[in-house]
């Protein structure tokens, strides 16, 4: 069940009533059962993996509050990291084990059945294990206590809003919320819950899968395409991702919203940075913050000097490439943006920035950090390292052949749209608060976004791209 | 642990239930002027455009015509396949040879799962036949094709099946914008309106004969064709092609039609696209040969013994002149 399917559009509004007209101590144990409709609608198998989570998870926060042998109490982490990870490896980064393996047998001349040895991914596995890893250092660090209802946690872990792809919430943050006696939402909040999802509906239906065909159409034989195609491939998928993936994060908010629960922000107009540090504190922020409190910092962070510190930055970063799939072009991505980072600190401890740059600086910078952006995008997106190499040699060899003037029309509509919608978004900073005070200009976003959606929908769905992490 | 603070309520938003339901309204009101207003507009612009496609692609479209106005009638035979037979097939040299009535249904990329629905669900229902001729050659057991085809047959809007297909159909049938979304979204159709070109029907329809192609073809053999047509060939699904060929078979025996294979002739160049060339080409040609054996379906090899492969326009059609000889070498083993 995808967020735009119609067994979505049925499946919310209903979950919805049903959760404000329950009774208060029943309106969890909806929310579990929701979820748990919601996750098995894609393999009802893979259940147990959740359930499995919850239940070592939940023993293991209770066991961390309760044991004060310190050793006991690392024992008790080394167990939910162990299992978490091992849950993560075993789905996760099966595969790439098994392509080697196939590799070396096919070698050997054996020839192995591979599909045989595939594993099929649990679809927000990433996701809802980094979730309930949080849960239980930030108990070891003593930074909250365990919830005492294991109803509570297995909404926590499975919430079906960000089940699948984040954001990827804290428990100090979701927790108090499940926990709360919640009071049905007024008419503006529902209002703006349904205008969060309107939005990303727009962002993921209008622009997202507005560009997939030109994405596929530049990388699928990058060769054979010209320099400008190329470059229309990769503007296209800078879009796409940033639709598919924003877009996805804001239903998920509004769909939370509407229970009475706030979600994280996830993307802060990411496209608008003048530089790459604060492109990351744009960009899948939880996943970012997730990263710095317990990889980055754990690692020394910015504490033992510069080369540590660019080590740390370069590591986190590595990991968080591989985060999203065992592979070498997530790796490379990972790696690319770690060494920018590295090297915009270097440059910012060096050359100290000017209070208030001009224009020309401000519009310089944010055109280079964009560029360094999409060039790593090439690696996310390409399917082999080979592929990623063609793009990118095609790109800089500078090879002739116009793409169709439709092409560029088509990824001129996405890079305006989205620039349009994050430079409102930036500028008035909270639209569902703009909406309650100007209800003439919200309705005719409103109706701008329903014709939107009429006019780029009704051909098949596309799965969002960020469930396969 | 802290609570998130509330994005929704400050001084300047207005204030008691009826303040914001009155606010809401207001919204609503806009927001459905601007959908009247883009809907009219729709409706003005949208006939300037191509006409909407509503069908699988243009040819379908076309094609549905022709069908519609055989409604009723009968025809001895019904041909159908990819754009090979489409293109390699020509019906009136086939009724010149035998006396027979006969129709091309084959569309473009209509590998046999594809074929299924357009025969069974589209032509027979109005036109009865008595011998339905399925063109083949090892490029319908194209997985790439069997996957994008077949998403694309279920996603027009004259085919898609369940609850969306009936809300679309009736969504077009009362709005502009959903009747002309495809073509309002589409800068090629924008770009025909304002170069005076002929939107993608119209652009068939000068190609299409009641009975097939017209030989307008141009010479093919571009890197591109081949890319392509190779890429086709490498994902091989063997298994979803037969079922459809079972399934047909299965339907047009309970409805006592006679169903007959044409295995189409190919160049060279074409069996040396395949993964491993001649080798993945014989196997896949085995396969299908077997499943008729097992069907007791006739298979008419044309392939075999051709032997001009100068008459291919590109690697995988025939030119007329190659299209009359395989009409007349088919009505040669069907008479």
């Known amino acids: 069940m995808v967020f735009n399917s119609l067994q979505y559009a049925v499946f919310l509004p209903f979950v919805v009533l049903l959760h404000w007209a329950l009774p208060a101590r029943f309106r969890l144990a909806l929310i579990v059962f929701a979820s748990y409709v919601f996750y098995g609608s894609w393999d009802w198998r893979f259940l147990s993996l959740l359930v499995i989570s919850t239940l070592v998870d939940f023993t293991v926060g209770d066991r961390l509050h309760r044991e004060v042998s310190h050793d006991k109490r690392r024992l008790w982490l080394l167990l939910s990291i162990v299992v978490n990870l091992g849950i993560l490896g075993a789905f996760k980064y099966s595969n790439f084990f098994v392509d080697s393996a196939v590799d070396l047998l096919n070698g050997a001349g054996l020839g192995p059945n591979e599909p045989l040895l595939r594993v099929i991914l649990p679809v927000g596995i990433s996701f809802y294990t980094f979730q309930t890893l949080s849960y239980t250092i930030d108990i070891y660090r003593g930074r909250i206590e365990p919830t005492k209802s294991l109803i509570t946690f297995a909404a926590y872990v499975a919430y079906f809003p960000q089940l699948v792809a984040g954001p990827i919430e804290r428990a100090q943050r979701l927790l108090p919320q499940l926990e709360a006696e919640r009071h049905s939402p007024d008419l503006a909040r529902v209002q703006s819950g349904v205008g969060l999802i309107l939005l990303g509906l727009v962002k993921k239906v209008v622009l997202a899968d507005t560009m997939a065909p030109l994405v596929q159409t530049a990388f699928t034989d990058p060769d054979s395409q010209g320099s400008v195609a190329l470059a229309v491939g990769v503007l296209a998928f800078a879009v796409q991702i940033y639709g598919d993936f924003s877009g996805y994060s804001d239903i998920a908010r509004g769909s939370s919203r509407l229970l009475g629960i706030e979600l994280v922000v996830n993307f802060r107009q990411p496209y608008l940075s003048e530089n790459i540090t604060d492109f990351w504190r744009r960009w899948h922020i939880s996943l970012s913050d997730w990263l710095r409190d317990y990889l980055y910092i754990p690692l020394g962070g910015n504490r033992g000097g510069q080369v540590r510190t660019y080590r740390n930055l370069m590591l986190t970063m590595l990991i968080g490439g591989l985060w999203h799939g065992a592979s070498w072009n997530f790796a490379l991505w990972g790696g690319l943006h770690g060494g920018y980072l590295a090297v915009h600190r270097l440059l910012r401890d060096r050359v100290p920035a000017r209070e208030h740059p001009p224009m020309a600086t401000r519009v310089g910078a944010w055109a280079f950090t964009f560029a360094l952006v999409n060039l790593a995008w090439v690696f996310f997106r390409a399917d082999s390292f080979d592929q990623a190499f063609s793009v990118v040699s095609g790109l800089l060899a500078v090879r002739g052949g116009m793409p169709p003037i439709e092409d560029l029309i088509l990824v001129l509509f996405g890079l305006g749209g989205t620039a349009l919608i994050d430079l409102i978004l930036q500028s008035r900073l909270d639209l569902p608060r703009e909406a309650v005070r100007h209800p003439i200009g919200a309705g005719v976003g409103v109706g701008l976004g329903l014709v939107g959606l009429v006019l780029f929908s009704g051909s098949t769905v596309v799965p969002f791209i960020y469930f396969q992490f | ?335």
């Open chain 2, 1 to 335: 642990m802290t609570m998130t603070p509330d994005p929704l309520h400050d001084d300047a938003a207005p204030r008691g239930p009826s303040a914001v339901r009155s606010s809401v309204l207001r919204l609503l009101a806009a927001a459905a002027v601007v959908v009247l207003v883009a809907e009219l507009a729709a409706r003005v612009v949208g006939g300037q455009l191509a006409e909407p496609l509503a069908w699988y692609d243009a040819t379908t479209q076309l094609k549905d015509g022709q069908v519609d106005e055989l409604a009723g009638t009968g025809l001895d035979d019904m041909v159908i396949g990819t754009s090979m037979t489409l293109r390699g097939f020509d019906t009136q040299t086939y009724v010149d040879a035998t006396g027979r009535t006969a129709y091309n249904a084959a569309l473009p990329g209509a590998v046999p799962s594809v074929n299924e629905r357009w025969l069974l669900d589209e032509i027979l229902p109005r036109v009865r036949t008595g011998r339905v001729i399925l063109g083949i050659q090892t490029i319908d057991f194209s997985a790439e094709l069997h996957d994008e085809n077949l998403a694309r047959w279920e996603a027009a809007r004259s085919t898609r099946t369940g609850f969306l297909g009936s809300l679309e159909r009736w969504g077009s049938s009362v709005s502009g914008l959903i009747r002309h979304r495809q073509e309002l979204r589409d800068p090629a159709a924008w770009m025909n309106l304002v170069r005076d070109r002929p939107g993608p029907i119209e652009d068939t329809a000068g190609t299409l004969t009641d009975l097939g192609f017209r030989d307008v073809y141009v010479d093919d053999f571009t890197d591109f064709a081949r890319d392509r047509t190779a890429h086709e060939l490498a994902t091989i699904n063997l298994e979803a092609a037969s079922e459809a060929i079972t399934r047909m078979a299965s339907a047009l025996e309970a409805e006592g039609i006679e169903l007959v294979l044409v295995e189409m002739p190919v160049p060279q160049a074409y069996i040396d696209l395949h993964l491993e060339g001649q080798t993945s080409y014989d196997e896949i040609r085995a396969h299908y040969r077997g499943l008729a054996d097992n069907l007791g379906i006739e298979l008419i090899d044309l392939a075999t013994d051709w032997d001009a492969d100068e008459r291919f326009t590109d690697y995988t059609h025939l030119d007329v002149v190659g299209a009359q000889r395989v009409a007349e070498l088919v009505a040669g083993q069907l008479n």
